[in-house]
């Protein structure tokens, strides 16, 4: 699931309350007021078009006035956030908070700074900004701020896994209108516990919440946010085994998002997912094509958890394709992102433990700060050396799971190549003899139907092999097994028996459609043009049929002899014929 819930609605409920028309025309060039809603109007539709209004706007300070002043700094932050200036933008808000008292737009500037210190990934100050925004709740007026306000402590909070306080914070949300229904903060709140619930593992209880939470977001007008729990409940059908099911219900889902907000994390989510789920179902084409959507999509957005979820999809894909070296590319790259998560959610935890060591009962910790100051010291000092420690930990961990990845990958290559080695003549690569006298006496100890037994021989080899060389000779063995091997079914056993000869065995087949297989073999055969190995002659193979329960046969071994009865009467009467033992 993402850590991200809903960060895309929440610049725009941001820019929401500070006088911002739907509707903008400029009279005057130099009307402040009416620059500022124009940048705020860009930020949500053409984030470059803003820096200049921004500009412009910076020459025009000295007028200012108080709401305007704290406005344009506002405005300026989120434009650094958009062009990814993190810490710029960090920096402009620290300048000016302190200047803000109107609770309603300081929690937007503390809101600003919280998303800027874990986009920095300085987790600890952005609870502590979180804490300060969650202490003016009481005193805010506007929904738009409250909820604004509890999202992004949602947010914050979800990517700590602190789901208990979130969903505290999430009912909070849901109880904002009281007894009134399809409301702003119904939808947000119900959204915030759907995402919870899969968050934290209570599936069941998330999914009874669907219908609602889809209900009431697009009563409200809040299609966006219906269309995400719907993503996140379907992607929960797949992670829970009803692939087939999920995919009928995600693919309509990532219609509507190539319509609204196809870079949204939530497309990611759910084609990484859909491919899951076609992997499953052995649709490896499928699978292949919504997963790379998924990795490449998640790699331009460079969300580190995405990235290694789909590249781990990816390596089981390219594995099931037999693209072993693909394969093993993306478990190292998955193995590589696996450690920056893991480091990541280690700082991400020691920051949300520190915090909130910090912030319990804070007036008996007033009394006992000069020996908090001590112990803090001290723990610090112990904090970093068990990071060290913890961090060298994890890299001989990641050191020896690369390893032994790469020494699996290799053992399983190694057992495929030796029993492919054992039952695969080297020159045609068809069955060997032994491998083809093994499977065919299995076939007719337990087959029910009609079985058959075809050998063939090519005519004149000798003659092949003394005039043009044995490289040519070669050259004919595999372009004639090839040949052949076109015309079966992929239930046909082909093998080379010896030399120039060669077994076919098949059952469920009349003695018609053998005899017409077969001559369609021999007719291939006959069309082969010879030219690419540098030589032209003739090529001819003389073919012999015998099935099992004629003239009494009934065990491999007598239907075999029978069948190289009726070969070498093909090889008296002419050669390049059929011949069927009667």
């Given at each position: 699931m993402s850590q991200t819930i809903l960060r895309f609605i929440l610049p725009i409920l941001l820019l929401t309350g500070m006088g911002i028309s739907p509707c903008l025309a400029l009279e005057k060039q130099d009307d402040?007021?009416?620059?500022?809603?124009?940048?705020?109007?860009?930020?949500?539709?053409?984030?470059?078009?803003?820096?200049?209004?921004?500009?412009?706007?910076?020459?025009l300070q000295p007028t200012f006035n108080e709401k305007q002043r704290g406005r344009y700094y506002f405005i300026s932050a989120l434009s650094l956030s958009f062009m990814g200036k993190h810490k710029e933008s960090v920096s402009l808000v620290e300048s000016f908070i302190d200047k803000v008292n109107d609770p309603e737009f300081r929690v937007k500037f503390l809101y600003q700074l919280s998303d800027g210190y874990t986009l920095l990934g300085d987790h600890a100050s952005a609870l502590k900004a979180m804490n300060q925004s969650i202490v003016l709740l009481p005193n805010l007026v506007e929904l738009g701020s409250k909820v604004t306000t509890l999202q992004a402590a949602i947010t914050l909070l979800n990517s700590l896994h602190a789901y208990d306080e979130a969903m505290t914070y999430a009912d909070r949300m849901y109880a904002l209108e009281g007894n009134a229904v399809n409301t702003l903060s119904k939808c947000y709140g119900l959204a915030n516990r759907i995402e919870i619930g899969?968050?934290?593992?209570?599936?069941?209880?998330?999914?009874?919440?669907?219908?609602?939470?889809?209900?009431?977001?697009?009563?409200?007008?809040?299609?966006?946010?219906?269309?995400?729990?719907?993503?996140l409940a379907t992607v929960d059908l797949i992670d829970t085994g009803r692939g087939e099911q999920g995919i009928k219900a995600g693919l309509p889902l990532l219609h509507e998002f190539s319509e609204t907000n196809q870079n949204s994390d939530y497309?990611?989510?759910?084609?990484?997912?859909?491919?899951?789920?076609?992997?499953?179902?052995?649709?490896?084409?499928?699978?292949?094509?919504?997963?790379?959507?998924?990795?490449?999509?998640?790699?331009?957005?460079?969300?580190?958890?995405?990235?290694?979820?789909?590249?781990?999809?990816m390596a089981a894909i390219k594995r099931a394709q037999g693209q072993l070296t693909s394969a093993l590319e993306y478990y190292d790259i998955n193995l590589a992102l696996k450690k920056d998560v893991l480091d990541d959610q280690l700082q991400k935890n020691l920051a949300y433990q520190r915090v909130k060591f910090d912030t319990q009962d804070k007036a008996n910790q007033l009394t006992l700060l000069e020996q908090k100051n001590k112990i803090l010291t001290v723990e610090k000092k112990l904090q970093q050396r068990n990071k060290e420690r913890l961090l060298l930990l994890i890299a001989l961990a990641a050191i020896l799971l690369s390893i032994l990845a790469a020494w699996l990958i290799r053992t399983l290559q190694q057992k495929n190549l030796f029993r492919t080695s054992s039952q695969i003549d080297g020159l045609t690569q068809v069955y060997n003899r032994a491998h083809f006298m093994a499977v065919s006496t299995?076939?007719?100890?337990?087959?029910?139907?009609?079985?058959?037994?075809?050998?063939?021989?090519?005519?004149?080899?000798?003659?092949?092999?003394?005039?043009?060389?044995?490289?040519?000779?070669?050259?004919?063995?595999?372009?004639?097994?090839?040949?052949?091997?076109?015309?079966?079914?992929?239930?046909?056993?082909l093998g080379r028996l010896g030399g120039e000869e060669f077994g076919i065995c098949m059952?469920?087949?009349?003695?018609?459609?053998?005899?017409?297989?077969?001559?369609?073999?021999?007719?291939?055969?006959?069309?082969?043009?010879?030219?690419?190995?540098?030589?032209?002659?003739?090529?001819?193979?003389?073919?012999?049929?015998?099935?099992?329960?004629?003239?009494?046969?009934?065990?491999?071994?007598?239907?075999?002899?029978?069948?190289d009865k009726a070969l070498y009467f093909s090889k008296n009467e002419g050669r390049n014929r059929v011949s069927v033992f009667q």
């Amino acid at each position: 699931m993402s850590q991200t819930i809903l960060r895309f609605i929440l610049p725009i409920l941001l820019l929401t309350g500070m006088g911002i028309s739907p509707c903008l025309a400029l009279e005057k060039q130099d009307d402040v007021d009416a620059l500022l809603d124009l940048s705020s109007q860009y930020l949500n539709s053409a984030p470059e078009k803003s820096i200049d209004v921004l500009t412009k706007l910076h020459v025009l300070q000295p007028t200012f006035n108080e709401k305007q002043r704290g406005r344009y700094y506002f405005i300026s932050a989120l434009s650094l956030s958009f062009m990814g200036k993190h810490k710029e933008s960090v920096s402009l808000v620290e300048s000016f908070i302190d200047k803000v008292n109107d609770p309603e737009f300081r929690v937007k500037f503390l809101y600003q700074l919280s998303d800027g210190y874990t986009l920095l990934g300085d987790h600890a100050s952005a609870l502590k900004a979180m804490n300060q925004s969650i202490v003016l709740l009481p005193n805010l007026v506007e929904l738009g701020s409250k909820v604004t306000t509890l999202q992004a402590a949602i947010t914050l909070l979800n990517s700590l896994h602190a789901y208990d306080e979130a969903m505290t914070y999430a009912d909070r949300m849901y109880a904002l209108e009281g007894n009134a229904v399809n409301t702003l903060s119904k939808c947000y709140g119900l959204a915030n516990r759907i995402e919870i619930g899969f968050l934290r593992g209570d599936s069941q209880k998330a999914q009874s919440l669907l219908s609602e939470a889809t209900r009431t977001c697009d009563a409200s007008n809040r299609k966006v946010i219906s269309l995400i729990v719907k993503s996140l409940a379907t992607v929960d059908l797949i992670d829970t085994g009803r692939g087939e099911q999920g995919i009928k219900a995600g693919l309509p889902l990532l219609h509507e998002f190539s319509e609204t907000n196809q870079n949204s994390d939530y497309v990611t989510q759910l084609e990484e997912a859909i491919a899951r789920a076609y992997l499953t179902a052995d649709h490896l084409t499928l699978a292949e094509h919504y997963g790379l959507q998924a990795f490449q999509r998640a790699k331009s957005e460079h969300v580190v958890h995405l990235m290694e979820k789909s590249s781990e999809t990816m390596a089981a894909i390219k594995r099931a394709q037999g693209q072993l070296t693909s394969a093993l590319e993306y478990y190292d790259i998955n193995l590589a992102l696996k450690k920056d998560v893991l480091d990541d959610q280690l700082q991400k935890n020691l920051a949300y433990q520190r915090v909130k060591f910090d912030t319990q009962d804070k007036a008996n910790q007033l009394t006992l700060l000069e020996q908090k100051n001590k112990i803090l010291t001290v723990e610090k000092k112990l904090q970093q050396r068990n990071k060290e420690r913890l961090l060298l930990l994890i890299a001989l961990a990641a050191i020896l799971l690369s390893i032994l990845a790469a020494w699996l990958i290799r053992t399983l290559q190694q057992k495929n190549l030796f029993r492919t080695s054992s039952q695969i003549d080297g020159l045609t690569q068809v069955y060997n003899r032994a491998h083809f006298m093994a499977v065919s006496t299995q076939l007719f100890n337990s087959a029910s139907t009609t079985v058959s037994v075809v050998l063939f021989d090519m005519d004149k080899f000798k003659n092949i092999n003394d005039t043009f060389g044995h490289a040519v000779g070669d050259w004919v063995l595999k372009t004639v097994s090839a040949t052949v091997k076109s015309q079966l079914s992929k239930t046909t056993m082909l093998g080379r028996l010896g030399g120039e000869e060669f077994g076919i065995c098949m059952h469920g087949s009349s003695a018609a459609e053998v005899l017409a297989l077969t001559e369609c073999c021999r007719a291939a055969v006959a069309s082969i043009d010879t030219s690419p190995c540098g030589f032209h002659f003739p090529l001819s193979a003389s073919f012999g049929i015998a099935s099992r329960g004629i003239q009494g046969l009934l065990s491999f071994e007598d239907t075999l002899a029978a069948a190289d009865k009726a070969l070498y009467f093909s090889k008296n009467e002419g050669r390049n014929r059929v011949s069927v033992f009667q």
